[in-house]
């Protein structure tokens, strides 16, 4: 069997690739913000890279059955007998960890709900919805600080863009 780009690839080689991903986003960032930009290339382009820089076999490289994929696209969740389709989840262990909802960049997430509200409702109880809130929190504020890092940006600038 071939390597698996995702299990092969050096850490500086995953920062590498999110530091491109970070570039090709920035340089056409003003089409990637607008409603022609829609959902699916946001995750072919962006989201299905950046999933394989964090180590996770996007593209079933291994030829896992399906339920021993790492990553499965469009699941099947029966959430309060409706049946509900993830964009992903996440696996470990044959084991459903997480999901992830992938929306256009168009979308704010600051003032609409919605797609919180779609996602919180893959957590099941009000405790496992708050814990996501604090995990979305905690990571939104990691990503943060890793892209600010990566252009280099003051604190003045910092506070420039979180509107502060």
Known sequence: MADIRCKTMTMDGRKALVARLAGQFKENEAYCLSKDFVESEA????IDPL????????????GARHDKREVITEDRVVI?????HP???LCYGGERKMYVEAK???VNLKDD????LQLAAFSGSDADRS????????IDSQINALVYKLYGLTAEEIAVVEGK
């Open 104 to 106: 256009q960049p168009s």
């Open 87 to 89: 964009d992903y989840t």
């Open 113 to 116: 709900p919605e797609p919180a």
């Open 80 to 84: 309060d007998g409706q049946t509900k």
């Open 43 to 46: 995750r072919s382009k962006f």
């Open 131 to 138: 814990l996501l809130e604090q995990r979305v929190s905690l």
């Open 51 to 62: 999933l394989e820089a964090l180590g996770w076999d996007v593209k079933n490289e291994k």
